[in-house]
C-alpha cells in the first residue's frame, strides 16, 4: 500500500499542560493513511505525550485530533479503534501467548473458530506458533514484544502506537525487531507511529520522522531530509552527528575562526551574512587535500574508539568518523598536526535567523 502524505490523522495546533508547566506548545501534526511515522527528541521533549494524547490516554488543553475528517478529541481510548504497544500497557500474565493474541478477537465477539482462523497464522507470521500455549512468564523480552505487537495487530487497528518497542531489547534483539516491525508495516499496510529517544532507529523504520525539542516540532521530513539539510541547528546537533562551525558568508568565500573556505554549490541558494556551516562528521577526511577542497591543519586531540568506526577530535573543533581500518593504517598520533578537509559542495549552511539552504 501506498503511504499518501497527509490527511488521515491530523493534530491541530495542540498545546498541554501540567499545572504551570507546559509540554506541549501548539503542535500541528499531519499524517497519511499507511505512513510510518517517527517521533523523535530528547528525553523530556514532549514525544510521549503526544503519542498518550493520540490515544487518548491524555486530553491536550487547547486543540483538536481527528481522523478522516471526523474530530475525535473527546473520544476515549477503546472508542478510537487504535492499537498500542506501550511498555507500561503489560500483557495478561495469566492468559498464554495464544489467549493473549486472541483477547481483542474474544471481546470484539468472535466465534472461536474465527478466532483460530486468525491467531493461527498471526502466530505463525511471528514465530511463536510452537509457544502457543507458554505463559507470559516464561518468554524472552524480545518473544514478549512480538506478542505485544501481534496482540495489538490482529484487530488490525486504524493505527498501531508504539511507544519505544525496542527500549528494553540488547542490540542484536532490537536489530531483529526493527526488521519485523517494517515488515509488518509493509505486510498490512497499516498507519504506524512510534517513539524512541534512537535516532537511528527512527531513520531505519520511518518514511518520515518528527524531531521534537522542548514540546515543539524542530522539523519534519524524511529520514533524508532531516539527516542531510537540517532545518535548525538543533536538528544537526541531534540527527546524525555534524560539525557545526559558526562564521559567514561573504560571496563565495565561507569564513570563520578556522579560515576560509569556497562556498561549494554553484548556483544553489545561500544565506548570506552570519550562519553556520554543517558538516557531517563521516564527510571530513584525513590526509593530502584534493584541488577545490575546504581544508585547515589542525592538531589530533582525542581518538574515541566505537565499534567498527573511531572519531578524531581535532584541535579547532573539527570531528571526522574515519573505520577502523582505515584509522590504523594512518597510525594516529596525538598532538601531530594532519591536513584534515572536506567537499565545500557537501556543506549545508544554516543562516542565523534559523533558515537553512540545501545543500550537496
Ligand atoms: P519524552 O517522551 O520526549 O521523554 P514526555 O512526553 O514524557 O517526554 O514528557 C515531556 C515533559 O512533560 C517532561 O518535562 C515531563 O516531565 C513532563 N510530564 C509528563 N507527564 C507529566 C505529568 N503527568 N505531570 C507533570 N509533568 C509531566
Excluded at 87 to 92: G, I, R
Aim: charged residues 20%; negative net charge.
Amino acid at each position: 500500500m501506498t503511504a499518501t502524505a497527509t490527511g488521515f490523522l491530523e493534530l491541530t495546533g495542540v498545546s498541554k499542560r501540567y499545572n504551570d508547566t507546559v509540554v506541549l506548545k501548539d503542535l500541528d501534526i499531519s499524517i497519511g493513511q499507511g505512513e510510518f511515522i517517527s517521533l523523535i527528541g530528547p528525553s523530556g521533549s514532549g514525544k510521549t505525550t503526544t503519542l498518550r494524547i493520540i490515544a487518548g490516554l491524555e486530553m491536550p488543553t487547547a486543540g483538536s485530533i481527528a481522523v478522516d475528517g471526523r474530530d475525535i478529541t473527546a473520544l476515549l481510548p477503546n472508542e478510537r479503534g487504535f492499537g498500542m504497544v506501550f511498555q507500561h500497557f503489560a500483557l495478561f500474565p495469566h492468559l498464554d501467548v495464544y489467549q493473549n493474541v486472541a483477547y481483542g478477537l474474544k471481546v470484539r465477539g468472535d466465534s472461536k473458530p474465527e478466532i483460530e482462523r486468525e491467531v493461527l497464522p498471526m502466530l505463525d507470521r511471528i514465530g511463536l506458533r510452537p509457544l502457543a500455549n507458554r505463559k507470559i512468564s516464561e518468554l524472552s523480552g524480545g518473544q514478549r514484544q512480538r506478542v505485544g505487537i501481534a496482540r495489538a495487530l490482529i484487530v488490525r487497528p486504524k493505527l498501531l502506537l508504539l511507544d519505544e518497542p525496542t527500549g528494553s531489547l540488547d542490540t542484536k534483539l532490537k536489530l531483529a525487531m526493527q526488521t519485523e516491525l517494517k515488515a509488518l508495516h509493509e505486510e498490512s499496510g497499516l498507519t504506524f507511529i512510534h517513539v524512541t529517544h534512537n535516532q537511528s532507529e527512527a531513520l531505519a523504520l520511518a518514511n518520515r520522522v518528527y524531531v521534537m525539542n522542548d514540546g515543539r516540532i524542530e522539523q519534519q521530513g524524511s529520514p533524508s531530509q532531516v539527516y542531510r539539510y537540517p532545518a535548525t541547528r538543533f536538528v544537526a546537533d541531534f540527527v546524525g552527528r555534524n560539525n557545526l562551525i559558526d562564521g559567514e558568508i561573504d560571496g563565495a568565500v565561507f569564513r570563520s575562526p578556522l579560515g576560509s573556505f569556497p562556498v561549494g554549490g554553484a548556483g544553489r541558494a545561500l544565506p548570506r551574512g552570519a550562519c553556520t556551516a554543517v558538516i557531517r562528521a563521516d564527510s571530513v577526511q584525513v590526509g593530502p587535500a584534493p584541488e577545490g577542497a575546504a581544508a585547515i591543519q589542525a592538531p589530533l586531540d582525542a581518538l574515541e574508539y566505537a565499534g567498527s568506526m573511531v572519531t578524531w577530535f581535532f584541535g579547532g573543533g573539527v570531528m571526522t568518523d574515519v573505520s577502523t581500518d582505515e584509522s590504523a593504517g594512518l597510525e594516529p598520533k596525538i598532538g601531530k598536526t594532519y591536513t584534515v578537509w572536506w567537499d565545500p559542495n557537501n556543506v549545508h549552511y544554516l543562516s542565523a535567523d534559523g533558515t537553512s539552504s540545501q545543500g550537496g
